[in-house]
């Protein structure tokens, strides 16, 4: 069975230092891994994915994420804040089978401190 | 301009007084998918539809319904809505593999 956990429900980083967001899955497949970004009262944003080409995977905003499949891991990142990237992020994981089935995880809302 | 609508954005309503809110995409995409959202719980998928008139059950479906008669529309039915159900309801369309948000609905039964 697929899963996505996201290890932290909350974070708060300081303005110009480093953001990083974790992500851990389960899945019985090879699977597609996305992160996508919801502004306080907006939809969601498509962020970055991954889908079997370059591990390293970049985004939008300077953001970007490693699959790492020994680790079952796709951790979300980016070298420096800012105050614009306060928002929930959600890491996503989907089959690759076509089934078009997509498991959220809980969310992780990142605060962003002056 | 490629995007996903939903209407309405804003409901309030009463217990067991029928409800659709519908959803519309204009990027010829074959899946879409209906997901709601609780604190705390992140997206549930209520149901999906690979193609016209083909729909499936997501994780949490029971209490809805959906229909595709057409590729680029995908309403949520509500037949006798319960305030469990109040909530933020996002539509989405898929390509191969990124999904496409519409804007929410903010939903609320009393």
């Excluded at chain 2, 009463?14 to 074959?30: A, I, R, Y």
């Excluded at chain 2, 319904?65 to 989405?92: D, G």
């Amino acid at each position: 069975a697929q899963s996505v956990t996201q290890l932290d429900s909350h974070v708060s980083v300081s303005e110009g230092t480093p953001v990083l967001l974790r992500c851990n899955y389960s899945s019985s497949y090879s699977p597609s891994l996305f992160w996508y970004v919801q502004h306080p009262n907006k939809g969601l944003q498509l962020l970055l994915k991954y889908t079997s080409a370059a591990t390293l995977v970049k985004g939008i905003n300077g953001f970007e994420a490693e699959f790492k499949k020994s680790e079952t891991s796709f951790h979300l990142t980016k070298p420096s804040a800012h105050m614009s990237d306060a928002a929930e992020y959600f890491c996503v994981v989907s089959l690759t089978s076509g089934t078009y089935k997509y498991i959220f995880g809980t969310g992780t809302r990142l605060k962003v401190l002056a | 301009e490629a995007q996903v609508t939903q209407n309405p954005r804003y409901l309030i309503t009463v217990t067991g007084k029928k409800l659709t809110v519908t959803c519309s995409q204009n990027m010829n995409h074959e899946y879409m998918s209906w997901y709601r959202q609780d604190p705390g719980l992140g997206l549930r998928q209520i149901y999906y539809s690979m193609n016209v008139e083909v729909t499936d059950k997501g994780d949490v479906p029971e209490g809805y319904k959906v229909s595709r008669k057409e590729k680029r529309n995908f309403p949520l039915i509500l037949e006798s809505p319960s305030p469990n159900q109040t909530s933020l309801y996002f539509c989405a369309s898929s390509d191969l593999d990124t999904q496409y948000f519409g804007p929410g609905t903010r939903l609320t039964v009393l």
